[in-house]
């Protein structure tokens, strides 16, 4: 079993920038590629970001490539998103997953574990 807790959701102005972390515990981190989606009201969950068990290799949604970065520090057993100049459409529940495999996915049903979720609100 691998736990996630998201945390580092917050309100922001449109144009500012937050930093999600997403803490796991549980077997060797490093086993375990990470990836990031998000769920807006109505909506269904999309990815958004996604790093290998090596930190090596990355992917990212078109929506996002260029503004948000995702990284993991394995000896902390940690994955980042930062997300620099901030969308109101980039408004919903940011969620952490882990997948059992090394490499990069991007579909929902690849991952094996999830986070609880945290709330990003960017003000227009």
């Known amino acids: 079993q691998v736990q996630l807790v998201e945390s580092g959701g917050g309100l922001v102005q449109a144009g500012g920038s937050l930093r999600l972390s997403c803490a796991a515990s549980g077997r060797t981190f490093s086993n375990y590629a990470m990836g990031w989606f998000r769920q807006a009201p109505g909506k269904e969950r999309e990815f958004v970001a996604s790093i290998s068990g090596s930190g090596g290799s990355t992917y990212y949604a078109d929506s996002v490539k260029g503004r948000f970065l995702i990284s993991r520090d394995n000896a902390k057993n940690t994955v980042y998103l930062q997300m620099n100049s901030l969308k109101p459409e980039d408004t919903a529940v940011y969620y952490c997953?882990?997948?059992?495999?090394?490499?990069?996915?991007?579909?929902?049903?690849?991952?094996?574990?999830w986070g609880q979720g945290t709330q990003v609100t960017v003000s227009s």
């Open positions: 997953a882990a997948r059992s495999r090394r490499s990069v996915g991007d579909r929902p049903d690849e991952y094996d574990y």
